[in-house]
């Protein structure tokens, strides 16, 4: 329900910002006050709303990066989830060392928290997609496996590492939760 939200408001969003190429509606509204103060309305009323429009971007992306509101909320909720991922990837790696309890709770966590990116993932509109590529939705259906094969991998691995305390029983989880990363940005996502 929440993409369906997501989708429709983009979708409003992309038309309005279509009505405003085709429109002088904005540069009239901002020259309103202008005409009723000049003594010459007929001149600026026709000379400004030709340079305003076309000075004006079609739609506001929301930081210096150039990325739309969906954008930015996902790159959020992924970098997000890596406290957790970075907490059981550490473990894994021997760099911090295994605490069966603290291993349990972030792959829980993270079973939720992983999931929060791919509620944000409607267009924002040609250039402000960040670091998404195109073929996320004009490949979709093969996406969408990608995301498939993503959860079932994070699912699996809280509940392994809920029924096991052996770090080495826990290991291959982790690594193919870890390769759908890979798979899916080596497809989806534009190098930086
Ligand atoms: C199904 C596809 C898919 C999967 C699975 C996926 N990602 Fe991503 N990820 C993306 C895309 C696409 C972007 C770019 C989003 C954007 O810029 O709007 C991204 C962006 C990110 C970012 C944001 C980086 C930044 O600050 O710009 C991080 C961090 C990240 N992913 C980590 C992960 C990790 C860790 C996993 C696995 C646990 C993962 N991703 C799984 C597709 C995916």
Avoid at 88 to 95: A, D, I, L, N, W
């Amino acid at each position: 329900m929440k993409i369906k939200t997501l989708i429709a408001l983009s979708t409003l969003a992309l038309l309005a910002a279509c009505g405003d190429k085709t429109t002088t509606t904005p540069a009239e509204t901002s020259s309103a006050p202008q005409v009723m103060s000049s003594s010459e309305p007929d001149a600026s009323a026709v000379s400004e709303p030709a340079v305003q429009g076309a000075s004006e971007p079609v739609s506001k992306p929301v930081n210096e990066d150039g990325r739309g509101p969906n954008s930015q909320a996902r790159k959020d909720a992924f970098n997000a989830m890596l406290e957790e991922f970075g907490l059981m990837g550490k473990m894994v790696k021997g760099e911090t060392p295994y605490d069966a309890e603290a291993f349990k709770t972030a792959a829980a966590t993270f079973a939720q928290k992983g999931l929060v990116p791919f509620e944000h993932f409607a267009q924002d509109g040609a250039g402000l997609n960040g670091e998404a590529k195109d073929n996320v939705w004009t490949d979709a259906a093969a996406f969408e496996a990608e995301v498939t094969k993503y959860k079932t991998a994070v699912q699996n691995l809280s509940e392994v590492a809920a029924n096991n305390t052996d770090i080495n029983k826990i290991k291959p989880a982790f690594g193919a939760a870890a390769a759908t990363c890979k798979s899916c940005h080596d497809t989806f996502r534009q190098e930086k």
